[in-house]
C-alpha cells in the first residue's frame, strides 16, 4: 500500500484516500480480468468493463490507474477497430493476417498492462 500511495503522490497527489487507491487498484485488476476473460466468454466481458472504465474514469483521475483506465479504453476502442476491418477484410484472404497480428496486439497489451499494475506503476502513454 505505500508503495501505491509514494507513486500516487508522485504522479499528482490529489484528495485521494488509501482506502479509495486501494479499491481503484483492485478495480484496475477486475477490469483486466473482464478484457482477457474475452478469450473465453465472447465480447460482453469487454462491453461491461468499457461502460466502468467511463463511469469510473472521473474517480481515477490524478491517480496512476487514470493512465491505466487510459491505456485500456485504448485498447478496447482500437481492438474493436480493427476487428472490424479484419473481419471485413476477411472475405478478401487479408483480414486473417489482420486478425491475427490483433490477438497478438492484444495480448501483449494485456500482459503489458498486467505487469504494470503489478510494479504500481502508470502506463505510459
Avoid at 29 to 57: D, E, M, Q, T
Avoid at 63 to 72: G, I, P, V
Avoid at 111 to 122: A, E, I, Q, R, T
Wanted: with cysteine; aromatic share 14%.
Amino acid at each position: 500500500m505505500n508503495q501505491d500511495k509514494e507513486i500516487w503522490m508522485q504522479v499528482g497527489g490529489g484528495s485521494k484516500t488509501e482506502q479509495q487507491i486501494a479499491s481503484l487498484r483492485q478495480l484496475t485488476l477486475i477490469l483486466y480480468i473482464l478484457y482477457a476473460s474475452c478469450w473465453v466468454l465472447g465480447g460482453v466481458p469487454a462491453i461491461v468493463a468499457i461502460v466502468i472504465n467511463y463511469i469510473k474514469r472521473e474517480d481515477a483521475a490524478g491517480t496512476l490507474y487514470e493512465s491505466h483506465f487510459a491505456w485500456q479504453m485504448r485498447t478496447f476502442w482500437w481492438g474493436l477497430a480493427w476487428a472490424v476491418v479484419g473481419t471485413i477484410t476477411a472475405l478478401i484472404g487479408v483480414g486473417f493476417i489482420i486478425l491475427a497480428v490483433l490477438v497478438i496486439w492484444l495480448i501483449y497489451r494485456m500482459v503489458k498492462g498486467l505487469l504494470f499494475w503489478n510494479d504500481h506503476k502508470p502506463m505510459p502513454l
